[in-house]
């Protein structure tokens, strides 16, 4: 096998059996951490991430950016680790928004994104994915394998951008495609403005409160985006920079999208409440957190990098 493939194929594989490890040992730990009758969809559709990443891989195999050595591992490690942590602080009740499901304010959600852009999409996807299902356990309110998968995917597409030569090129078609992907899921919000969404309030005391989406919150994408696009106007002479926070601002709106649409089939949800409960209210946020918090950690990786000599 070649060393490469053999390096992305256990790759994949680590992040399937760390999943099964948290739900084995999180489950006989804590009851709220195991799976309900769910756990299979839920599964599927952990595979159908896998097999998305691995597909990329393979029809860019000969690309560099798929090499994962010793120095890559580790930076999975810490990446997972990092995101894990925030994850778990930033989690919960702490900054809850209203949502269909338990949806918080996760600035963390810009460690995937860096490390993805910084160090390749493999450790992106890694950090994403593990770092998310370990902060989900730490919390213990339950465990969405998908939506690990979908912020993993978040990190692997923020390291795509280096499949490109010309960087300028590529941000230009992901500002058209992001914008889009923006403006498509605002519309969806203001065709189904009725649809009551829930606010988390005490989880020991289990209470709830249905109210829906404000319009602030709807048009959130759409703030995001331009949030977004003006950082890039300003940094546009720094490649690096314009480079992470676009391709980072793709990442989460396809991986947020990913997971958000998965629980049509596992939730039963329809297509405005998968959008309007979940993806909005998750997408939306995670793009401001992008546009203010990416440039900063570029910015300082590359303040390192000039000390250091690299």
């Not at 852009?117 to 730490?138: H, I, K, R, S």
Request: charged share 10%; net charge neutral; proline share 4%.
């Amino acid at each position: 096998m070649d060393h490469t493939l053999r390096n992305i194929f256990l790759s994949l594989l680590g992040v399937l059996v760390f999943f099964a490890l948290i739900i084995w040992v999180g489950g006989a730990i804590n009851p709220s951490l195991q799976l309900d009758e769910t756990a299979l969809m839920r599964f599927v559709f952990v595979i159908i991430g896998l097999l998305i990443v691995f597909l990329v891989y393979w029809f860019t195999r000969d690309n560099k950016i798929w090499e994962v050595g010793t120095r890559e591992v580790v930076y999975m490690a810490i990446g997972a680790a990092l995101y894990a942590i925030f994850s778990y602080l930033f989690n919960g009740t702490v900054f809850a928004v209203p949502s269909v499901s338990q949806v918080a304010l996760r600035p963390a959600i810009c460690i995937p994104m860096f490390f993805g852009y910084a160090f390749g999409p493999v450790v992106g996807f890694f950090t994403g994915a593990v770092g998310n299902m370990f902060g989900d356990a730490l919390t213990g309110f339950g465990l969405s394998p998908q939506w690990s998968i979908g912020n993993g995917l978040v990190g692997f597409i923020s390291g795509l951008v280096w499949l490109f030569p010309d960087k300028k090129k590529s941000i230009n078609t992901v500002i058209i495609i992001s914008g889009v992907l923006a403006l498509l899921g605002t519309l969806v919000f203001f065709l189904n403005r009725g649809i009551p969404n829930m606010l988390f309030f005490d989880v020991p005391a289990g209470i709830f409160g249905d109210q829906q989406i404000s319009l602030i919150a709807g048009v959130t994408l759409v703030i995001g985006f331009l949030v977004v696009l003006i950082v890039y106007l300003l940094f546009r002479g720094n490649i690096n920079i314009a480079a992470a926070v676009t391709w980072a601002m793709l990442g989460n709106l396809l991986g947020i999208g990913f997971a958000a649409i998965s629980d049509i089939w596992i939730n039963g949800f329809s297509f405005p409440v998968a959008i309007v409960g979940e993806y909005i209210p998750a997408a939306g946020p995670n793009l401001i957190f992008a546009a203010i918090l990416v440039p900063l950690l570029v910015g300082a990786y590359a303040a390192v990098q000039r000390q250091s000599g690299r």
